[in-house]
């Protein structure tokens, strides 16, 4: 199955925390870049987190300080430690890898998140 699995969406209030996996048997993740992407009601699919190949780590602006995203090679996964979360954090989260020759790449089904007030 060309997907990724995921696991670890959840409810909590203001201020919990999450931990969200993804994970693909039979492949070197260290050869892939790993993201995480949240999509809101009605709104665009945006970038979270990213760690490239090269363990290079980016993080949207709105996550920084709150989110950790890790690469667990013996495990061929990665993972989204997410604290202090809001309600603005609520959305579908999606896992994606992209080999670094720009292909293959792979997409999980999405987590839901949600954030209660």
């Known amino acids: 199955q060309d997907q990724l699995e995921e696991s670890g969406g959840g409810l909590v209030p203001p201020g919990g925390s999450l931990r969200l996996s993804c994970a693909k048997s039979?492949?070197?993740?260290?050869?892939?870049?790993g993201a995480w992407y949240r999509q809101a009601p009605g709104k665009q699919r945006e970038l979270v987190a990213k760690i490239l190949s090269n363990d290079e780590i980016h993080y949207s602006d709105s996550v920084k300080g709150r989110f950790t995203i890790s690469r667990h090679d013996a495990e061929s996964a990665w993972s989204l430690e997410m604290n202090s979360l809001k309600p603005e954090d609520t959305g579908v989260y999606f896992c994606?890898?992209?080999?670094?020759?720009?292909?293959?790449?792979?997409w999980g089904r999405g987590t839901q998140v949600t954030v209660f007030s």
């Open positions: 994606n890898a992209v080999h670094f020759w720009g292909t293959p790449s792979y």
């Open positions: 039979r492949i070197n993740v260290s050869a892939y870049s």
